[in-house]
């Protein structure tokens, strides 16, 4: 009799956790998506991505910066290093930088929040279909340095044949990671903090998608 009253005890006791742990795996997705949505609006103030151009005649080298909207150098207001690239890339024959990606920076931050607004929704209006909504943000950071590498090939690979430099340089595609030279320029090409943030929101969304799939296969059949 004692034996039956343990066993319907633990039993009782087993369901309860599984009941528990239940719910907690049932609203996760939603504190992921949400979570997401918050490391996205963050992003805003970090720099995406860099690029440091070393020459001969600037041995410290200049910086470039990209946040989401717009592009700068590094924080010492001397010298406006975006444009004394923008300089450099004259002589070889490249298209001005501010003339890049302006359909993209014009619509940047209205994206980034109306991702962050449909992540909030795919959170709190928990229907079948909403994980639809989490896609573009979860696709971001890859959109991000693709949009990038495209812009990066259009300029390299279209110079001006009239450029002071054109004769000595041929056309090339920059790249968007990693060491590149142009000439007598190195450039070094890397992912900055608002990259990381927004690819952490991107695994962020991967995870919360993982458990409602994982949620749906062992759901009982009826």
Partial sequence: MTTNVISSTNTSASRASQTASRRWLK?????????AAVLLLVSISAPYWGLVLQAPQYPGGLRMRVFVNNMTGDEDPRLDEVREIDGLNHYIGMKSLYEAAKFERSIALPAVFIMAVLLVVAAVWRRR?????A????AFPVVFLADLGLWMAYYGQNLDPYAPLSSSIQPFTPPILGEGVIGQFKTIAYVDTGWYIIAAGSLLIAVALLIK???RLVQPKG
């Fill in 27 to 35: 609203w996760l997705p939603s504190v992921l998506f949400l979570g």
């Fill in 135 to 138: 896609l573009p943000a979860f």
């Fill in 129 to 133: 279909w909403t994980w639809l909504l």
């Fill in 213 to 215: 799939l994982s949620g």
